[in-house]
């Protein structure tokens, strides 16, 4: 009929606007990448539980090689979060050689059980000096003993005025160790609560802008069915993953799993490595409650639209190392996320419905089907 007609043109119309506006955003987008390198002071040789850091020609071979991986596979990116950071001033070398000439670098290291003393690893935060982002200040807060989360201000290189800051949690909560996973989610999202507390304060006090993005990423140690993915999503964090996921599903009809992440001590394939983000505002009011919790969450949101002016999730990506063997890079691979963060500097009409913002609950998770699982 002529009315199905019409509709037919007019959705042919929009998904084709739909496509160059993707295409436009993504010219401008920040592209952030977290990755564990597995520590040369956590890696057991062998069965009399030796560990890499104590030979040279065991741990430089596999240091040149993450270097090297990273420098090629991620020359791009504006900001990769390293986790496992060893302090070796050697190690240190090899990787300023490689990577000084483009990227800033700072870094935090753990304290020890020990007063006055430091552990040998921590944090590090890595920012392309030709990027589109710039350092400002680094920070840590203990997440508990012996732990840290490193929390990291950045601003955008802005020739025609102050950039906005984008300020970025990168995490590594506990192992879960105890024979009772409920006191592992527990602490996990215990972890998790301090970091959100500890980016707030520091996002509020550090920035004077009317709008900032706030990433938190890292190795969770749980995938995102654990209570700390969850209580990270119950603040508005869209977990990039499963926002993709669902835009797969919606452009393609596909099915889209960001996978196996991590291959554990005890052999297991496991999903821990995230990516949440979340657009604030300042005199924004807060759309959770006391609690932290939300009643649902939008059709928009849960696609990785973050506002109606094109900030939005336009794709995450896995490394496909190998996470097992000998010649190993790491026991972790990296994930990279992309993200339009459009400049709007006059006013213009909404690239996305609002009639899209309605009250929806969505799973976001990587490892469940991306239409959610029907109870």
């Known amino acids: 009929s002529a009315t199905t007609h019409r509709r037919r043109k007019e959705w042919f119309l929009m998904m084709t606007a739909l496509l160059m506006l993707l295409l436009l955003l993504s010219v401008n987008a920040l592209t952030i990448t977290t990755f564990n390198i ?65 990227f800033d ?15 040998d690893d ?48 990168n995490s590594h909560l506990s192992f879960p160790g105890d024979e009772d996973p409920n006191i ?28 900032r993005l706030e990433v938190v990423s890292g190795d969770f140690n749980s995938d995102s069915c654990g209570l700390a993915a969850s209580h990270v999503e119950s603040h508005n964090f869209v977990n990039c ?9 919606t452009h393609i009809g596909g099915q889209v799993n960001i996978g196996v992440t991590h291959c554990n001590h005890l052999g297991e394939n496991v999903s821990v490595d ?18 932290g919790n939300v009643g649902g969450r939008s059709a928009a949101l849960s696609l990785g639209f973050l506002d109606t002016k094109g900030t939005r999730i336009l794709n995450v990506r896995r490394g496909n190392i190998l996470l097992e063997g000998s010649t190993v890079l790491s026991d972790h691979r990296p994930v990279t996320a992309k ?27 990587p490892l469940e089907p991306a239409w959610g699982i029907v109870e």
């Not at 670098?105 to 552990?119: D, H, T, Y």
């Not at 995230?274 to 609690?291: D, G, T």
């Open 339 to 365: 993200i339009a963060w459009p400049r709007i500097t006059k006013p213009k009409k909404e690239i996305l419905c609002p009639e899209l913002y309605v009250n929806v609950t969505r799973p976001l998770d």
């Open 122 to 169: 921590g944090m590090c935060c890595l920012v392309r000096k030709e990027g589109k982002l710039e350092l400002v200040k680094s920070d840590k807060i203990l997440t508990g003993p012996q732990r840290i989360a490193q929390i990291i201000q950045c601003k955008e290189r802005c020739p025609d005025g102050e950039g906005r800051s984008v300020f970025i949690a």
């Open 38 to 102: 597995l520590a040369p002071v956590h890696r057991s040789m062998n069965a009399l539980n030796h560990r890499e850091s104590e030979r040279e020609d065991w741990w430089r071979p596999r240091a040149e090689g993450i270097v090297n991986y990273i420098s090629k596979k991620f020359s791009s990116s504006d900001i990769i979060l390293l986790q496992e950071w060893w302090f070796d001033e050697k190690f240190t070398t090899i990787f300023d050689s490689v990577m000084g000439d483009s």
């Open 184 to 211: 592992n989610d527990k602490k996990q999202a215990k972890e998790a609560g301090i970091i959100l507390e500890a980016l707030t304060k520091a996002s509020t006090e550090w920035d004077t802008g009317n709008e």
């Open 274 to 291: 995230h990516i949440f983000l979340r657009l604030a505002k300042k005199m924004e009011k807060k759309s959770h409650n006391e609690n």
């Open 105 to 119: 670098r700072i870094a935090e290291r753990r304290p020890s059980g020990v007063e006055g003393q430091m552990r």
């Open 241 to 249: 993953a499963s926002a993709a996921a669902e835009q797969m599903l």
